[in-house]
């Protein structure tokens, strides 16, 4: 079949679904990831055929979009902080936001000439400790993640883009026993409520995990007051505290790291406008 005449059929199965520039993004990502195809092939060369083994992936990848799926779980694929990460349904899809988080910390800490060690609670993908760990050598971070698939993932992932985490397999909402005290703490943990499902995609609710995702709606903040319970533990003195958080929830999370001492802290909002992401200093 022409390649052509592939992407008519995408446009009309998914237009509706999608929107046309998507849909066109969509197949764009397909053709260079199963075809090695630069997304200007069509310009130049209208007539392209595609043999009906290469035609394969991309009639698969259609179904799946069809049902909803994310396009990177498709693919296995994603950036983030200009980064290759390998996903798969049992990690969170990296998000524009949090690539803001970690380049928060990356100017706070860049500075310091001593080797910092940092943890990230809830590591998933591994995306904010491998980020880190790119843009900080020298320094010695831990990803911390209750689900054995995410640390597979993402040690898969620290060696795709050769740099050393220290992944650890572990309950914030339990003891954990870490004997290390860190320099700089750092989360993202589950903080989107069951009553605000309703406002979230299709392809979120269905695809994404929930273990990553969801909290109950009677105590929204039980993962920030683990890691806050934890950081009075092994956060060094002096050392700084940085969440990611639920928008609606800034104040009630401001108030909780005041309750526990936690001082110069410091509300920002994402490009989206919302209250994203808080640091404090112990
Ligand atoms: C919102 S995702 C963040 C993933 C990744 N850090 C990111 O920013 O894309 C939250 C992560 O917390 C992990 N998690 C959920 N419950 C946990 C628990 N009790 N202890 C440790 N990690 C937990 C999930 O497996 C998931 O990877």
């Not at 310091?112 to 590591?123: A, M």
């Not at 050598?137 to 640390?151: R, T």
């Not at 800034?250 to 108030?255: D, F, I, M, V, Y």
Request: charged share 25%; with cysteine; hydrophobic share 45%.
């Amino acid at each position: 079949m022409l390649l052509r005449e592939i992407k008519i059929i995408f446009h009309l199965e998914l237009d509706t679904l999608y929107g046309k520039e998507e849909v066109a993004s969509f197949f764009f990502i397909l053709i260079e990831h199963y075809l090695n195809l630069e997304r200007f092939v069509l310009a130049l060369h209208p007539d392209i055929v595609i043999s009906k083994e290469d035609e394969q992936p991309l009639f698969e990848s259609l179904a799946k979009l069809k049902l909803n799926h994310p396009i990177q779980y498709i693919i296995g694929q994603t950036t983030f902080m200009e980064l290759d990460f390998l996903v798969d349904e049992n990690v969170l899809i990296p998000r524009p936001e949090t690539e803001e988080l970690v380049q928060w910390i990356i100017d706070e800490t860049k500075h310091f000439k001593k080797q910092l060690k940092i943890l990230d609670i809830g590591t998933g993908s591994g995306c904010i400790a491998i980020a880190l760990a790119k843009n900080l050598p020298g320094s010695k971070i831990y990803g911390l993640d209750v689900s054995d698939a995410a640390l597979a993932v993402a040690q898969n992932n620290a060696t795709l883009n050769e740099v050393e985490v220290t992944f650890i397999l572990a309950d914030i909402l339990k003891e954990v026993a870490i004997d290390e005290k860190f320099d700089v703490i750092v989360s993202n943990p589950p903080y989107v409520r069951e009553l605000e499902k309703k406002e979230m995609a299709q392809n979120v609710l269905a695809h994404e995990p929930d273990l990553a995702l969801f909290v109950t709606d009677e105590n929204p903040l039980i993962f920030y007051e683990n890691i806050v319970a934890f950081a009075n533990q092994n956060l060094k003195d002096d050392g700084t505290l940085f969440f990611e958080i639920n928008q609606y929830l800034a104040n009630e999370t401001q108030q909780l790291l005041k309750a526990n001492n936690f001082g110069e802290i410091e509300l920002r909002k994402d490009i989206f406008g919302n209250h994203r992401m808080i640091k404090s200093v112990k």
